[in-house]
């Protein structure tokens, strides 16, 4: 199976300030994603991260708050700008595709725990 | 739009008792996952389902799909109290650009007891 590892693990952070997050996956993907749990909720998706272009948001996520890059096919970056209370969730980075191993399995990284004050 | 609901939401069960929990979402799609989420982890793949009438087992949990039915199940057999943690099933957006997109269901808090 795939490893996915992110950066940091957890963040206390102030509100009005960003932070940002790094997903890096042992071998070369199709797909990358990011997705938000908010505390005892389930996974929601932020948005597709798509390799030398922009990314693709979902309905209710916007580039200028979620800024996200994708410079190569094994690494992204999640901003989360402005941060206010509401954005304290758990980002998870996922990846899929036949890269991994083992075709149509979907993976996720151990998230980052993002608390903000 | 892909909705996904699961139930129970929330299941007590005792050592030795079998249980299901069950998935149902509104449109056609080509896999569904199951994982497992333990509290303050990620998420561990468990099941991936790709066709109609698929079935696959690992230890005591076995999921199944019926596609025309659009409902998949994690019937989970003699429970141990190492099966405690919060079961996620989530569907994959039908191909094109929503490739690999997943919705997830609410998630299924499972407590077993002795």
């Known amino acids: 199976s795939a490893v996915i590892s992110q950066k940091p693990s957890r963040d206390i952070c102030q509100r009005g300030t960003s932070l940002t997050i790094q997903c890096q996956v042992d071998s070369q993907v199709t797909m990358m994603f990011w997705y938000r749990q908010q505390p005892g909720q389930s996974l929601t998706l932020i948005a597709t991260?798509?390799?030398?272009?922009?990314?693709?948001?979902e309905s209710g996520f916007v580039i200028d708050k979620f800024p996200i890059s994708r410079p190569n096919l094994t690494f992204s970056t999640l901003t989360v700008s402005n941060m206010s209370p509401e954005d304290s969730s758990i980002y998870l980075c996922?990846?899929?595709?036949?890269?991994?191993?083992?075709?149509?399995?979907?993976?996720f990284g151990p998230g980052t725990r993002l608390t903000v004050l | 739009e892909l909705k996904v609901e699961q139930n129970p939401l929330f299941l007590s069960m005792q050592e030795g008792k079998n249980y299901t929990i069950y998935c149902n979402y509104s449109?056609?799609?080509?896999?569904l996952y199951w994982y497992r989420q333990d509290p303050g982890k990620s998420l561990e793949s468990l099941f991936v389902l790709l066709s109609n009438g698929a079935v696959k087992q690992e230890g005591r949990l076995m999921a199944s799909l019926d596609t025309k039915a659009r409902l998949s199940t994690l019937h989970i057999t003699a429970a141990v109290h190492d099966l405690s943690a919060t079961y996620f099933c989530?569907?994959?957006?039908?191909?094109?650009?929503?490739?690999?997109?997943?919705?997830f269901g609410q998630g299924t808090i499972l407590t077993v007891h002795p």
């Open positions: 996922s990846a899929v595709g036949n890269h991994l191993g083992a075709p149509n399995r979907q993976f």
């Open positions: 991260a798509n390799q030398g272009s922009e990314a693709t948001y």
């Open positions: 449109t056609t799609s080509d896999r």
């Open positions: 989530a569907v994959a957006h039908a191909g094109g650009t929503s490739y690999g997109k997943l919705t």
